[in-house]
């Protein structure tokens, strides 16, 4: 039997743990009927600081089954659990904030795991909990659409460096934490039935979003009451369930005033820019309501700041509402200066060129850079016609990518992928972006970056991410062989296209570049991908059919040149030479690419009559199946023959009898 009282010192037993009790606050409950699993919960919660008031226990209650008893009459009664306020709880005791972040953890696994159904004491066999009654249920359930929640709870309780967090989380899984001889089991309530969570956090966000609508036009609050408030309302807002008031109209208005008027601070502005950020990713239509207040213009105002933090922020909020439907990007260029704040944001990024600036910057530099340059590339994309505004930005893009640490796994995770990604709409054609992407000292210095790039790429990316990673710095390195210099075109097929190396083995079947180029150009996972490449070596063939079978082989060429209308070469199936390693010419094998001396020769026996005979049979039946089935439109090779005279019976005179 447990007893959870208010003495000054009472110990908590639960599965072979003993937890001190130090808490004349809590209120006397007598509960010799909680089971196992809640009282662990109570002795987790008691472990964080104590000095509790009757204020800090207004804010969360919950309620406890209690099977029946005889006191009760045989009837199941509900039992109170008061829990503190986390906030009010971490402003009394500041030391507190270590422990408040498993504290969701203890409010959602009283939701989680209700206990309902009760069974005999269980025994240990074999490391695992056994119970007399089979029939009933031995695990604990949890209700479904909550896998999500029950997975974070175990994941905080993991983290934490108390041995009892993590016999908890365990315990929560319907595992043995411990010999103790109250381990019971219980199932979980059918969904309908509202979990205390669900309403305790509506409840919650509904009176911050009403206290901090109160207060968005007098501003009586206290400024650090406030930007807790706020802060709390970002917590709540990172999961969209039962926070419905932060995505209202009302809501959404209440932070769109927080964050824009002049008369708050920064820290509030900016809190509030937070949750509007938050909102604007997990629900779509709050984009909609930024761009109908007319906030769009203002942001873009703001944008040219000093600040890392305003920087991210207000440069992911205008990057979220491009995609709306009503908003108009061209005027947010021209009119409110949005191509100036991110011409002048990217030339700070470019001032810190060396690790020691990066590093002095701060995490948060690192942060807003791929966000601007997000924005950078959808500006650009939804409105071509107003991509010279932000040519300012190329030599501050180039600089980027010289001067930034490549990730040592992923390449083009940020910010190298997004600074990449933002040159492919700009007008490179002009004059001081040539002279940024060629530079004099060394024109092919860019080119070789982005080979180097290309190459880890393809090593690091599976088929499934080319098309959406490693697709613009092949078009990146088109654009620049279109643009470029003949010294730098000479440098990217030097890079690019098959060497004498790899015509030793049929073209496509090694490790270099070019071979994993030419075998992607035909993988089914990555079809953009596919065809972005082979247009590039078309290209790099100067767009003669001849020269590009002769580069890539016909078994490579012959798809793109169909697709694209292109003349079949009559040379094509013709053998060709190439140069070695030395030089020297060799006969290449147009099909396959590979010099014909290093072919393996075929060591089958050559077909005789009557296997011939027996193959045309088989094939006969197949066309003949397909046909049937009408899986594909054939012709039968023999029927055709018939039409067209190729095919006659032979007379007996004429028949070889065979021995």
């Known amino acids: 039997m447990h007893y959870f009282s208010g003495s000054a010192h009472c110990n908590v037993h639960c599965n072979g743990y003993t937890w001190p009790r130090k808490h004349p606050k809590i209120p006397p409950v007598a509960a010799p009927h909680w089971p196992s699993h809640l009282w662990f919960k109570v002795a987790c919660l008691s472990r964080l600081p104590h000095r509790l008031t009757s204020e800090h226990q207004q804010q969360t209650f919950a309620t406890t089954t209690a099977p029946p008893s005889e006191s009760t009459g045989g009837v199941a009664t509900k039992q109170p659990f008061v829990l503190p306020n986390p906030l009010l709880l971490e402003q009394t005791c500041p030391y507190a904030s270590s422990r408040m972040r498993l504290y969701p953890a203890f409010i959602s696994a009283l939701c989680l795991f209700e206990p309902t159904t009760y069974s005999q004491p269980h025994t240990r066999h074999a490391g695992r909990l056994s119970s007399p009654d089979t029939e009933e249920r031995s695990r604990l359930s949890l209700v479904p659409g909550t896998a999500n929640i029950a997975s974070q709870i175990f994941s905080d309780a993991s983290t934490l460096d108390d041995t009892g967090a993590s016999a908890m989380a365990a315990l929560a899984l319907g595992s043995a934490t411990g010999p103790g001889k109250y381990q019971r089991s219980y199932s979980v309530q059918k969904l309908?039935?509202?979990?205390?969570?669900?309403?305790?956090?509506?409840?919650?966000?509904?009176?911050?979003?009403?206290?901090?609508?109160?207060?968005?036009?007098?501003?009586?609050?206290?400024?650090?009451?406030?930007?807790?408030?706020?802060?709390?309302?970002?917590?709540?807002?990172?999961?969209?369930?039962?926070?419905?008031?932060?995505?209202?109209?009302?809501?959404?208005?209440?932070?769109?005033?927080?964050?824009?008027?002049?008369?708050?601070?920064?820290?509030?502005?900016?809190?509030?820019?937070?949750?509007?950020?938050?909102?604007?990713?997990?629900?779509?239509?709050?984009?909609?309501?930024?761009?109908?207040?007319?906030?769009?213009?203002?942001?873009?105002?703001?944008?040219?700041?000093?600040?890392?933090?305003?920087?991210?922020?207000?440069?992911?909020?205008?990057?979220?509402?491009?995609?709306?439907?009503?908003?108009?990007?061209?005027?947010?260029?021209?009119?409110?200066?949005?191509?100036?704040?991110?011409?002048?944001?990217?030339?700070?990024?470019?001032?810190?060129?060396?690790?020691?600036?990066?590093?002095?910057?701060?995490?948060?530099?690192?942060?807003?850079?791929?966000?601007?340059?997000?924005?950078?590339?959808?500006?650009?994309?939804?409105?071509?016609?107003?991509a010279s505004a932000f040519t300012p930005s190329v030599p501050h893009i180039v600089s980027l990518l010289f001067n930034r640490t490549m990730p040592s796994t992923r390449v083009l995770d940020p910010p190298l992928g997004p600074l990449v990604n933002s040159l492919l709409n700009l007008d490179l054609a002009a004059e001081s972006s040539k002279s940024s992407l060629f530079p004099s000292a060394d024109e092919t210095s860019l080119t070789s970056k982005l080979v180097e790039i290309l190459e880890r790429a393809m090593q690091e990316y599976p088929s499934t991410e080319l098309d959406a990673t490693v697709t613009p710095v092949v078009d990146m390195l088109s654009k620049m062989y279109t643009l470029g210099p003949e010294l730098v075109q000479k440098k990217i097929r030097d890079d690019l296209l098959p060497t004498s190396e790899d015509r030793q083995n049929v073209l496509g079947k090694g490790t270099s570049l070019s071979a994993r180029l030419l075998k992607a150009s035909t993988n089914p996972m990555a079809p953009k991908f596919g065809s972005v490449i082979s247009h590039f070596f078309f290209l790099m063939s100067d767009r003669d059919a001849s020269k590009f079978v002769e580069n890539v082989g016909y078994g490579y060429a012959s798809g793109y040149l169909f697709q694209n209308n292109v003349p079949m070469p009559a040379s094509a199936n013709a053998t060709f030479d190439a140069a070695d390693d030395t030089g020297s010419q060799r006969p290449v094998n147009p099909i396959t690419g590979q010099f014909i001396d290093k072919e393996k020769p075929d060591d089958l026996p050559p077909m005789t009559d009557e296997e011939k005979e027996r193959e045309a049979e088989r094939l006969f039946v197949l066309f003949e199946r397909l046909k049937m089935n009408g899986v594909l439109s054939v012709q039968n090779p023999v029927e055709q023959a018939v039409r067209e005279g190729k095919f006659r019976e032979l007379k007996d005179d004429e028949v070889e009898e065979l021995d």
Not at 231 to 250: C, H, M, S, V, W
Not at 338 to 356: E, F, M, Q
Not at 360 to 380: D, H, R, S, V, Y
């Open 192 to 386: 309908s039935q509202l979990t205390i969570l669900t309403i305790a956090k509506l409840d919650a966000v509904t009176k911050l979003v009403d206290k901090l609508t109160t207060d968005m036009d007098s501003l009586s609050m206290a400024p650090k009451e406030r930007n807790d408030a706020l802060e709390e309302l970002k917590i709540y807002g990172r999961d969209p369930r039962n926070a419905d008031p932060i995505f209202t109209q009302k809501g959404i208005s209440m932070l769109l005033t927080f964050a824009f008027n002049d008369k708050a601070s920064s820290d509030t502005s900016r809190g509030a820019l937070r949750v509007l950020a938050n909102s604007m990713v997990l629900k779509p239509e709050t984009r909609q309501m930024f761009v109908d207040g007319g906030y769009a213009a203002k942001a873009c105002q703001r944008l040219n700041t000093e600040s890392w933090d305003d920087e991210f922020l207000l440069a992911r909020i205008i990057f979220l509402s491009t995609y709306s439907e009503s908003i108009k990007i061209s005027p947010l260029v021209t009119e409110h200066g949005l191509a100036d704040s991110v011409n002048a944001n990217l030339g700070r990024h470019a001032k810190l060129d060396s690790p020691t600036g990066q590093a002095a910057a701060g995490p948060m530099e690192e942060m807003a850079l791929p966000e601007t340059l997000k924005l950078l590339f959808n500006i650009t994309y939804h409105c071509p016609g107003d």
